[in-house]
């Protein structure tokens, strides 16, 4: 499944602290942040999120991937509710590759080898 640029835009666009509070989490207030109770050591603010431990961050995708064991397409479905496009594009490319690999053989030369002449008539010249 395919995500366009749009859709992972809209992904990483997702509030943290709304999306954790949709999914049952309890946020403590800290300062301008919020501490994600299940770890205490990560802190969220609007979209961003960084795990003060591993002095590791980034947006809602990588943080869905690495808290919830999504995908990269299983988060960014969790984080927008929309389906991937491309589906059907990446099915048809596929039965298009394949097409072209059985593409006849050339009906003009069908058998190449027999145009050649024997060794002995190569050499009488």
Request: proline letters at 3%; hydrophobic letters at 30%.
């Amino acid at each position: 499944m395919q995500y366009t640029q749009a859709q992972i835009d809209r992904a990483n666009a997702v509030s943290l602290e709304d999306f954790l509070r949709t999914q049952g989490e309890t946020l403590i207030k800290s300062g301008r942040e919020y501490r994600w109770k299940e770890h205490d050591s990560l802190t969220v603010r609007g979209n961003k999120w960084f795990r003060h431990s591993q002095s590791k961050g980034g947006y809602p995708i990588d943080f869905v991937m690495e808290f919830y064991g999504k995908s990269f397409p299983e988060a960014v479905q969790l984080l927008t509710g929309e389906s991937g496009e491309g589906a059907e594009r990446s099915q048809h490319s596929t039965a298009h590759s394949v097409s072209l690999a059985l593409a006849q053989q050339n009906s003009r030369q069908s058998n190449p080898i027999s145009h050649r002449k024997p060794r002995s008539q190569q050499n009488a010249c």
